[in-house]
């Protein structure tokens, strides 16, 4: 693949149209005219509401596609009554609506078709827990993995933020389009499932920063340097599920973890520094010069300990193999805590900010397991952070138009 | 004003920057060189993130800066032991705070200076309550109209999404961008004031609509077709103070209001247009062919009904002399009943979401009230509309640099 047509399948297809556009104003002959440079420029930012992602396909387009900088992760419970053919329906016109939806046209019953026509890079990725799994294809079909995630020690879940038999996770660059997708999956699924949770996330907006950059979380610091990428050698064995009927699809995992940005406050800089492994700057490691320099994690400093210390966040993740094992999507959230009561002002907190973590893998105990253990185990980091939710879902493949994600579990 | 230097003023500056990014890749030949075509528009995008609205001048810049996609409205209570010579010193470091945030730059003692560095046309707005301007300058320096506004039939108003005495109004085209400025300024604040409430809304993000369309609703309508536009003979009479300390600021009302989203899905199309006065698909009133059209609340129907019905909304919120009477400048909100409990799922309920309904002007008794009473009187849109939040605040005018926000109340 070259590099231009690499750039264009992360920029989910835009680059195309984009430049069409910027010819067009180039040939209108932009030197002599700066009223049309600047609507050629309008012309250039406003693709960022049209650029679509192809719903269709070997896998569901949301695992892979560069993360829009608005999600919204919406988790049912299955209705006591549904059954497979309850849900087989259910999954058919959710399909439906997501194909719809994602390419800029309202869903079948759309009540306000006007707020469908910005897609603005909109995904919908359905994911699967273990309950409806089992009342499709029976205990049997239910992977290994797919079950609640071990205990760990630093964990503080709360139902309000845990499980889920069937989640829709909708990310596009508009927070419009989010909400109005969200709202018409949802009326769609209501008579066969009711709300769990809903947890919404941002990132940069389109066009803040350079694509590919990697993102700050509440912190400060970049999160997600050492990741999967897709066109990586082993990125389809370690995301892609390759037998049975999850064949094409892959594991989320969800974890909720709140940040004590107050706390975080009251370290100076080299602390924070050093209790990640990188600095807090330009996210490099603390041996080496820019981000993506490999750590050294024995090089040593002049009082005898490692100049990455040994109990810093990224030398506790880094598992013995040194590559990445899940491929990290998260987004950060900042929500009202006069609103959802998850602390007082009182108690110093003034919100309910952090990390919506996550993370997709063939095999959650072979991907996300491990590094986890390690980090409840010891990372310095655990001192500000806390996971209050958690979830796993497995993600089924795509399917081509005519099919319905899910199908292959029937 | 030419049409194109009114065009950069919408902008907020931003044009400029642009044209001349485009221009560059034109020079470098974009019609043999597809590539340099998508890096123009890269270009293009990426001034969303670096675009900044000035901050110092007559007037606080959010007021008549084009709305950016996100929004949070902060509110604080004044603690007990914050007299003049305290809110003096929070003013002074929030607007010194503020002046650098919408550059930028990160706040004096900011801890996260890296996401500070995507302005993404910042503004950050301050508002005072009753309280605030009595301990500063005493009883007789509050304007007649801060105060409560008087009870409407309709609301249905909640203490926690009502009143203050310091508001704080963030917005951006980034929403990391808007938490961490949140973060920020709260910080500022703590040893004076304690958070009342915050608001977060949302409207299109950048580039995915043409600049200066007008907004749409949760419902689907257009929101805003009527409204006040710094070009305007009447817009500095109308929203600009003109003595007093207040002079060169105005006054902000703040309505959440919530919609009933389920209700109106239960209307056919007819029907919604009818409750309006315009028609949903385009935003024409029922008499026109296009959004700007003058409604014709005169002509007559088949049936010896107007063709505007006369307890549309449109119909009702129209005063004797026909233009408007404030700059509104709402957002759309979306939470999370799970977090918030305004509702249970049973109640079929999903979210509360709806409108967070802003609105400037000179005084709030001759701009606000007599529209709300109107349509409280009787407007059929009220059927799915509910306030559920009230607060108002005087805006003061800008300052120069050296100077604060809030300078002349002293």
């Given amino acids: 693949m070259t590099q231009l047509s690499r750039r264009r399948m992360l920029l989910g297809g835009a680059a195309a149209g984009v430049g069409a556009a910027a010819l067009t104003a180039c040939t209108a002959g932009l030197r002599e005219d700066p009223e049309a440079a600047t609507e050629a420029a309008d012309r250039a930012r406003l693709a960022i509401g049209s650029d679509t992602v192809p719903f269709h396909g070997a896998h569901q387009a949301g695992v892979t596609a560069e993360p829009p900088a608005h999600m919204t992760l919406v988790a049912l419970h299955l209705r006591e009554g549904a059954d497979r053919e309850a849900i087989r329906r259910l999954l058919t016109v959710l399909t439906d609506d997501a194909a719809r939806l994602t390419q800029g046209r309202g869903a079948l019953a759309d009540t306000e078709p006007e707020l469908a026509q910005t897609p603005a890079r909109l995904t919908v990725t359905l994911g699967f827990g273990a309950e409806l799994v089992r009342r499709v294809a029976g205990r049997d079909a239910v992977p290994t993995w797919l079950r609640p995630l071990p205990a760990f020690s630093i964990d503080a879940l709360e139902d309000r933020w845990s499980g889920g038999d069937l989640l829709l996770q909708i990310a596009a660059d508009d927070a419009v389009t989010v909400a109005h997708a969200t709202r018409m999956l949802l009326k769609t699924a209501r008579s066969t499932a009711s709300l769990a949770w809903r947890q919404t996330g941002f990132r940069r907006s389109r066009g803040s920063e350079k694509p590919g950059t990697t993102m700050r979380n509440l912190f400060g610091n970049v999160d997600g340097t050492v990741n999967l990428r897709p066109q ?67 090089a040593m400093g002049p009082h005898g300990f490692t100049v990455i210390p040994d109990f810093s966040h990224i030398a506790r993740a880094r598992g013995d193999d040194e590559r990445p094992t899940m491929l990290r999507q998260s987004y950060n959230y900042d ?76």
Avoid: H
């Fill in 232 to 298: 990586d050698d082993d990125f389809a064995s370690k995301v892609w599920v390759t037998d049975g009927w999850l064949t094409g699809g892959t594991s989320l995992v969800i974890r909720r973890i709140q940040m004590d940005l107050e706390g975080w406050d009251r370290l100076d800089g080299p602390g924070r520094d050093q209790a990640i492994g990188r600095r807090q700057s330009d996210g490099a490691p603390l041996t080496g010069e820019s981000e993506f320099d490999e750590p050294d994690f024995e």
């Fill in 335 to 410: 929500d009202d805590l006069t609103q959802n009561g998850a602390g007082t002002e009182s108690d110093g907190e003034i919100s309910d900010s952090g990390l919506l973590f996550l993370a997709y893998q063939a095999d959650v105990d072979e991907g996300f397991v491990p590094v986890q253990r390690r980090l409840a185990e010891l990372d310095l980091l655990n001192q500000w952070t806390t996971p209050i939710g958690s979830a796993v879902f497995a993600i089924p493949p795509g399917c081509e138009e005519g099919g319905f994600v899910g199908e292959t579990l029937f």
